[in-house]
């Protein structure tokens, strides 16, 4: 589960998640103000363990920090178009 809620908040950071600023301050004034990724707007997950005579360690944080990259470069593949700022917008997307 840890796995998933961190792609949800990379996905949430790639596709919505925007600082705005308002008089020179944050108008957001915590996460209440941030729209989150929906259910429906999930993809399918497949999050599947290794085994390891490791000491186990943090679980969520492996699967955020590549969201953004693994969403730019399909993108880009796809496309041709290489997005260099986040939040994507759909403006970002026309030739």
Same mark, same amino acid.
């Given at each position: 589960?840890?796995?998933?809620?961190?792609?949800?908040?990379?996905?949430?950071?790639?596709? @919505?998640? !925007?600082?705005? *600023?308002? $008089?020179?301050?944050? #108008?957001?004034?915590?996460?209440? %103000?941030?729209? &989150?990724?929906?259910?429906?707007?999930?993809? @399918?997950? !497949?999050?599947? *363990?290794? $085994?390891?005579?490791? #000491?186990?360690?943090?679980?969520? %944080?492996?699967? &955020?920090?590549?969201?953004?990259?693994?969403?730019?470069?399909?993108?880009?593949?796809?496309?041709?178009?290489?997005?260099?700022?986040?939040?994507?917008?759909?403006?970002?997307?026309?030739?």
């Amino acid at each position: 589960m840890q796995m998933e809620s961190g792609i949800v908040y990379g996905l949430t950071s790639t596709l @919505k998640g !925007e600082i705005t *600023i308002k $008089d020179g301050a944050v #108008a957001q004034s915590n996460f209440h %103000e941030f729209e &989150l990724l929906r259910i429906d707007e999930m993809p @399918k997950v !497949e999050t599947y *363990i290794v $085994d390891s005579h490791e #000491a186990p360690g943090g679980a969520g %944080e492996p699967g &955020l920090p590549p969201v953004a990259p693994a969403v730019t470069n399909a993108i880009f593949d796809a496309t041709g178009i290489r997005i260099r700022k986040l939040p994507i917008r759909p403006e970002d997307l026309r030739v």
